[in-house]
């Protein structure tokens, strides 16, 4: 018994709650279950082609439009996301108006609408002859069965978010601080800017990787208002499920493994990012 606690003494902090090494197991077999088990599945599945044979994948001409297109809307609608949820989480937390539970109920409808419906909505929403699509048809833009539909149904599925992740952080910032910045001379840029936004900064990063990572992976609500043309508007979800449909299984879980890689190196570089951000916040 003390040899284990001596062994355990140099990775685990001491705690008046038992049952650590049970807790652990259980993540560990959860998450192997659940995650790893799978993955490993599907590089089994890929390893058939090799190295070469997954770099040759990614290098068609249509793997690597699909790819640009699915990564470049992500990070667009990701970052347009983080403007305005950090606006719509500012404005839940900080007033009070009429209908604001309506609107702070709202901003979950993403959450709660199977994707399907919500393509299904978008696309009729924009379409040229649609309510919203009438509108930019006049003006010669067309937003329905393009890359624009894409990002449109990007940005509705990933706000929530970045609102729900901001919102707890927006509300233990207490207002005084800011009224005391104002009586100290700041402006209210200065008070944005250097007051509210450092404090802030983890929580817009850890939002931003939610949206984009919810993104990336997205098919249900992109997939009725892409248009899915080759090289144009077709997105990596779809090209693997044309893949399976084909029964190239190989081919599908080799761009399944480039898509992976290539989101843990984006998630992994924001992650270093937070965690740098965090440590200068405590350094202060």
Same mark, same amino acid.
């Given at each position: 018994?003390?040899?284990?606690?001596?062994?355990?003494?140099?990775?685990?902090?001491?705690?008046?709650?038992?049952?650590?090494?049970?807790?652990?197991?259980?993540?560990?077999?959860?998450?192997?279950?659940?995650?790893?088990?799978?993955?490993?599945?599907?590089?089994?599945?890929?390893?058939?082609?090799?190295?070469?044979?997954?770099?040759?994948?990614?290098?068609?001409?249509?793997?690597?439009?699909?790819?640009?297109?699915?990564?470049?809307?992500?990070?667009?609608?990701?970052?347009?996301?983080?403007?305005?949820?950090?606006i719509v989480?500012?404005?839940?937390?900080?007033?009070?108006?009429?209908?604001?539970?309506?609107?702070?109920?709202?901003?979950?409808?993403? &959450? /709660? +609408?199977?994707? @399907?419906? *919500?393509?299904?909505?978008?696309? $009729?929403?924009?379409?040229?002859? %649609?309510? =919203?699509?009438?509108?930019?048809?006049?003006?010669?833009?067309?937003?329905?069965?393009?890359?624009?539909?894409?990002?449109?149904?990007?940005?509705?599925?990933?706000?929530?978010?970045?609102?729900?992740?901001?919102?707890?952080?927006?509300?233990?910032?207490?207002?005084?601080?800011?009224?005391?910045?104002?009586?100290?001379?700041?402006?209210?840029?200065?008070?944005?800017?250097?007051?509210?936004?450092?404090?802030?900064?983890?929580?817009v990063l850890?939002? &931003? /990787? +939610?949206?984009? @990572?919810? *993104?990336?992976?997205?098919?249900? $609500?992109?997939?009725?208002?892409? %248009?899915? =043309?080759?090289?144009?508007?077709?997105?990596?979800?779809?090209?693997?499920?044309?893949?399976?449909?084909?029964?190239?299984?190989?081919?599908?879980?080799?761009?399944?493994?480039?898509?992976?890689?290539?989101?843990?190196?984006?998630?992994?570089?924001?992650?270093?990012?937070?965690?740098?951000?965090?440590?200068?916040?405590?350094d202060a």
């Amino acid at each position: 018994m003390a040899l284990a606690a001596t062994l355990r003494a140099p990775f685990v902090k001491p705690t008046a709650l038992p049952g650590f090494g049970l807790t652990l197991g259980y993540t560990i077999f959860y998450l192997s279950l659940i995650v790893l088990i799978p993955l490993a599945a599907l590089l089994q599945k890929a390893a058939v082609l090799g190295p070469s044979g997954i770099l040759a994948i990614a290098a068609e001409g249509q793997v690597a439009a699909a790819l640009r297109v699915t990564f470049g809307i992500s990070l667009i609608a990701a970052l347009v996301n983080v403007v305005f949820g950090v606006i719509v989480a500012w404005v839940l937390v900080r007033y009070d108006f009429p209908g604001k539970r309506l609107v702070d109920a709202a901003v979950d409808l993403p &959450f /709660a +609408l199977p994707t @399907a419906v *919500a393509g299904l909505a978008l696309s $009729s929403l924009y379409a040229s002859n %649609g309510w =919203i699509g009438q509108f930019f048809a006049l003006a010669g833009i067309k937003v329905a069965f393009t890359t624009k539909g894409i990002f449109v149904a990007l940005v509705f599925i990933g706000l929530p978010f970045v609102v729900r992740t901001l919102q707890p952080v927006l509300a233990e910032i207490d207002k005084e601080i800011e009224e005391a910045s104002a009586t100290l001379g700041a402006t209210r840029f200065q008070t944005v800017t250097r007051v509210l936004l450092p404090p802030l900064l983890p929580a817009v990063l850890t939002g &931003f /990787a +939610l949206a984009f @990572a919810r *993104a990336v992976g997205e098919y249900g $609500s992109v997939i009725f208002i892409a %248009g899915n =043309i080759p090289y144009v508007s077709e997105i990596v979800p779809s090209l693997i499920f044309q893949k399976l449909e084909q029964n190239k299984y190989a081919d599908a879980a080799a761009i399944a493994i480039i898509m992976l890689a290539i989101s843990f190196a984006m998630l992994l570089a924001i992650n270093l990012i937070q965690a740098w951000s965090r440590r200068r916040m405590g350094d202060a």
